[in-house]
């Protein structure tokens, strides 16, 4: 059980990294915007390993929820796709 | 040899996740990947953060009924790094809907999003 | 005044009330009149408060044990890390708040009288600005220290946003980016020292640096003092980051500028304290804030000679003084210590003089380019005095105020054995009054185009021209006797140089 839960814990360390990586390499915002939420349930599953459970439910609400929510208005005011040149 | 402990991990990710954002905050040129690479920063500072409050085998730093209180302050997690990581959520937010802010204005004025456009300066 | 040890009243108060203030005047909204009148008073009362207040600390949680005998130990060992969040009210901080809590005073009467449209949040951020530098002046811990400078930053950026205009959008956005990265910086710093020492508090902290061996760990203490230093950098607008600062203060409004030139001349001093008091016997550290103000003053006094508008000018200046600061304080000896602090007050002063003269060239209708305009003397006399009593004073001349402080820093220089320092302080000044004379020359003195000139001269406002002549009375009172301010400054300067752990 806690073996399970620790293997758990060392795949969202390396999600976490690789999450930001690919966000960052997207062409397309908006998918940047979705994976960088998809990284915060990664680090909000770290957290709760780490001992921390009541940061786990914040980080929950406000990295996958509120922070890409911001970042998707942004983008819907504005572009969606990078511009080339 | 440092034992990979998930600490250490921890710690490792952390220093990619500043080191990605920084980077990915000076040397993109999309602003609204900025923007991203700033939530990935500040992802980084607080993973550091709870990261340091960690204990090996420790308990979760909330007193239960019944608990034993000696044993308590060396088992459970320490609280003042996670303490000020809800800080740093809470600034978080408010920097990424500012910058949001000033992305769309200058959005709408410039007609563009490339940092290189909109932030060249204008005196002279 | 005696210090007291119980809570303090004065320190909540002057952080809650310009909150209040911030939430009443923003839902007062185009009520021009009540706004004017509810922050008038809420800063007269801060200037009151900070004028009248005792000396002591206050404590947020985690208080230290008052012992039997009345005296009070920092021995409260609740965890293994301590809470002691504090607050500390001393004779530096109350020359510093209430010079500021009386500019904010005639500042927010300026802008509620000249600002046309619904200028409720407007205000409101320039009363969080005054927060922001007053808890960065008075806090004695990191975690404070760190909320302050992000919420000073953000503000900041609101202030020159709110100010309009696409050039004040993009240096709003650039200084928003940047303070994104330096404020985690700041944070990484916190984490390595609350790491390293296990105290967020910074008497705490520096008590167990002495103690503890540290001999393997020097490196993760120069990453957090590269750090910190780094957000005092870009919290003060110094050298590689000036030209950020330097388009926020001419981005803004003149009048804004006041509050964003004190906020970042408080910040200056606090954070160049905590880093004299917490890194000042770590090799190289006190070189490198040395070399960074040099630097900041060289660089600085160079724009400004080759700018060709006012407000530029002023901008430049603001930043190469910044550097006058940065010098006293980084040299860490007891003269330069009170030389820097002195410079921060003198400055302060000298400069919103200069800011409200050049809003009422801009209210007067006038550009403030150097090519194109001239012949302000004849329409606006007063005003022309009132300039060059304030390039005197910046410049250091005599009888005014900013004489005393460099004349100190000078000497702080020399004491130490660096004259190329002495030298750099004197080209700092002797440049400053080259660059300021160029534009009153060209603004004021110079006749103008004969075919734009009417024949009616200009009428200072009222509230300006007591504004004016208050700042004109203490840059001299402050030159002529300038132990009225120093009575403040040395008691902060010896305890930073012979018991750094005392707040």
């Known amino acids: 059980m806690i073996d399970a839960f620790m293997t758990v814990a060392y795949l969202m360390v390396i999600g976490v990294t690789i999450g930001a990586v690919a966000a960052l390499l997207q062409k397309d915002l908006l998918r940047a915007a979705y994976i960088s939420g998809a990284e915060s349930i990664a680090l909000a599953f770290l957290f709760h390993a780490l001992l921390a459970p009541d940061l786990g439910l914040t980080q929950a609400i406000v990295g996958t929820v509120l922070m890409p929510g911001i970042i998707i208005l942004a983008i819907l005011k504005t572009r969606r796709h990078e511009e080339s040149d | 040899m440092i034992e990979l402990t998930l600490q250490t991990l921890s710690f490792l990710a952390a220093a990619l996740l500043v080191i990605i954002g920084m980077a990915g905050m000076l040397y993109l040129d999309n602003l609204i990947k900025k923007l991203i690479a700033f939530t990935l920063l500040s992802d980084g500072v607080n993973l550091a953060l709870v990261s340091l409050g960690y204990v090996q085998g420790g308990i979760v730093p909330i007193l239960e009924p019944g608990a034993s209180l000696s044993d308590f302050p060396n088992e459970a997690a320490l609280i003042f790094g996670p303490g000020i990581v809800l800080t740093n959520i809470v600034i978080g937010v408010s920097t990424t809907a500012i910058l949001a802010a000033l992305i769309v204005i200058l959005y709408k004025r410039y007609g563009t999003l490339k940092a290189s456009k909109v932030l060249k300066g204008e005196h002279e | 005044m005696n210090e007291t040890i119980t809570n303090l009243w004065s320190i909540p108060l002057l952080i809650v009330i310009p909150i209040l203030t911030a939430i009443v005047v923003n839902l007062l909204y185009n009520r021009g009149r009540a706004i004017r009148a509810v922050s008038i008073a809420s800063a007269a009362v801060l200037l009151v408060i900070s004028l009248v207040s005792p000396y002591g600390f206050q404590w947020f949680t985690g208080q230290p044990g008052v012992t039997y005998d009345g005296t009070y130990t920092f021995n409260a060992n609740v965890f293994s ?125 520096i008590n167990s640096l002495k103690i503890n061996d540290l001999s393997g760990m020097y490196n993760v203490l120069y990453v957090s003092f590269a750090f910190l230093m780094l957000s005092w950098i870009y919290a003060g607008g110094l050298a590689p980051i000036h030209p950020l600062k330097s388009d926020v203060y001419r981005s803004a409004y003149p009048h804004a500028t006041v509050m964003l030139q004190t906020q970042s001349k408080l910040t200056l001093v606090a954070i160049g304290l905590v880093l004299l008091r917490m890194f000042g016997t770590l090799p190289f550290a006190r070189e490198a804030m040395l070399s960074i103000s040099i630097l900041t003053m060289v660089i600085g006094i160079v724009m400004a000679l080759i700018q060709t508008d006012f407000r530029w000018i002023l901008a430049y200046l603001i930043v190469s003084h910044s550097g006058l600061v940065t010098v006293g304080i980084s040299l860490g000896t007891f003269r330069g210590i009170v030389g820097g602090l002195f410079q921060a007050v003198n400055d302060v002063i000298y400069m919103s003089l200069l800011l409200v003269c050049c809003e009422m060239v801009l209210y007067f209708g006038r550009g403030t380019s150097i090519k194109f305009s001239g012949g302000l003397a004849k329409r606006a006399p007063l005003l022309t005095v009132f300039v060059i009593l304030g390039t005197l004073a910046a410049s250091g001349v005599p009888p005014f105020n900013g004489f005393q402080s460099e004349l100190i820093l000078i000497q702080a220089a020399l004491e130490q054995g660096l004259p190329e320092v002495a030298a750099v302080i004197l080209m700092v000044s002797v440049s400053t009054f080259i660059a300021l004379f160029r534009a009153i020359y060209s603004i004021f003195l110079r006749p103008g185009d004969e075919l734009q000139q009417g024949s009616e001269r200009f009428k200072l406002p009222g509230t300006t021209l007591i504004f004016l002549v208050a700042l004109v009375a203490i840059t001299l009172v402050l030159g002529i006797y300038p132990q009225l301010a120093l009575n403040f400054l040395t008691e902060s300067a010896l305890k930073v140089v012979f018991v750094p752990w005392v707040p």
């Open chain 3, 81 to 205: 890390w301590k809470l002691s969040l504090e607050y500390y009210y001393g004779p530096l901080q109350q020359i510093m708040i209430s010079v500021m809590s009386f500019l904010l005073l005639f500042v927010v009467a300026i802008s509620t009288k000249s600002l046309k449209k619904n200028f409720g949040p407007y205000i409101a951020l320039m009363f969080l600005t005054y927060l922001s530098a007053a808890a960065i002046m008075m806090v004695n811990d990191f975690y404070h220290l760190w909320i302050a400078v992000e919420i000073g930053s953000l503000l900041v950026a609101g202030l020159v946003a709110a100010s309009g205009g696409g050039a004040a959008q993009k240096a709003a956005l650039k200084y928003t980016f940047f303070s994104a990265l330096s404020g985690s910086g700041l944070a990484i710093a916190l984490a390595l020292i609350l790491g390293i020492t296990g105290y967020a508090n910074i008497t705490d902290a």
